[in-house]
């Protein structure tokens, strides 16, 4: 069984894996490899700086010959949920309202002109209503937003053209500057703040710093000599990442940001799905090496050695 995990897990999480693999489910072999590192597999590297935007965090972690460099880690609590929360309060906040798709039944009067009847589920609990309208709001996100070239600005975006979008019930909605406001908050987390319901958010705030700040920050962290090949191959993953423009505005802002002498360069699978499945795809390769196959901790090492001897098996 090969178990990817994130950068973060502590000793005693691995460990705790370790028995439930071991005891419960009877596995005879085990190996757990780091999300980053997989990812950097995936892309055919053993030395990249992993850029992972997922659902519920964004992590930045330098990977080096297959290892990741623990100490220069680097973590924000911004994600696509958490992107997806400002885009519905934002409409919200102009009294659009997403109906969840169980919500009404669409009828076809005429060829072509439908009718929409609503449905009245009184047994339906609120986070299922919820989850429903953030499954929808999570497609328009998908579908009409892109990262800005230059940093978001209130005024300048005011006048943007409109793009419209169909919900589910029929009733058509136009999107304008919340198409750039909303990405950006990836590169400037302050910008949450004054979205009408996202108040709160200075509770998350201190520990969220923009994408490129945290992509500086973790590469400063390493030793100088691998500064320079880090920069040139920056490697996004995750679902988050496939937001139009992202590759493109990262690297204009990472060329402002960085030394002189460095060559950026941001490497992002052209393919969405890729993207979002690097992790799974870099743990098939590894799990197809031939040389991989002496690197496993069997049930017997288990058993002669404990739990804490993954921390030698699999650094």
């Known amino acids: 069984m090969l178990l990817a995990e994130p950068s973060s897990n502590t000793q005693q999480q ?4 370790v028995e439930l693999m071991f005891e419960k489910y009877k596995i005879p072999a085990l190996f757990l490899a780091k999300n980053a590192v997989l990812t950097s597999f995936a892309s055919g590297r053993a030395t990249s700086l992993v850029v992972d935007c997922g659902g519920g965090s ?12 623990q100490k220069a880690v680097a973590s924000s609590p911004i994600g696509g949920e958490f992107l997806t929360d400002c885009l519905m309060k934002s409409l919200e906040s102009k009294g659009i309202k997403i109906k969840p798709r169980y919500s009404f039944k669409r009828k076809e009067i005429r060829p ?27 497609d ?40 750039f406001k909303i990405p950006d908050i990836l590169f400037n987390p302050s910008l949450a ?16 710093r923009g994408l490129s700040q945290m992509i ?21 993953a995750g679902g988050t990442a496939s937001m139009q423009q992202l590759k493109e505005r990262l690297e204009k802002d990472l060329l402002e940001e960085s030394p002189q002498a460095a060559r ?7 393919n969405t799905t890729e993207r979002r499945y690097s992790v799974w795809i870099g743990g098939s390769i590894l799990a197809s090496l031939g040389s991989f196959q002496q690197m496993w901790f069997s049930k017997s090492e288990y058993e002669e050695h404990g739990a804490s001897y993954i921390q030698r098996k699999c650094p």
Do not use: W
């Not at 002109?113 to 999570?138: C, G, H, M, W």
């Not at 004054?194 to 969220?208: D, L, Q, R």
């Open 112 to 138: 072509g002109v439908f009718q929409t009847v609503d449905l009245d589920l009184p047994n339906t609990t609120e986070s299922y209503k919820l989850y429903s309208q953030r499954l929808i709001a999570s």
């Open 140 to 179: 328009i996100k998908e579908s009409v937003c892109r990262a800005p070239d230059t940093p978001y600005d209130e005024t300048a975006y005011a006048n943007i053209p409109m793009t419209s979008y169909e919900l589910p019930d029929g009733q058509t909605i136009e999107i304008g500057a919340d198409r």
């Open 14 to 17: 691995r460990e705790r894996a």
């Open 193 to 208: 703040q004054i979205i009408p319901g996202m108040e709160n958010f200075s509770e998350v705030g201190p520990s969220a």
């Open 58 to 69: 964004t992590t930045v972690a330098p990977v080096h010959d297959g290892y990741v460099l």
């Open 264 to 270: 950026v360069k941001v490497l992002a699978s052209g």
């Open 216 to 236: 500086i920050e973790s590469i400063n962290k390493c030793d100088v000599d691998i500064r320079r090949e880090l920069f040139s191959s920056i490697l996004l």
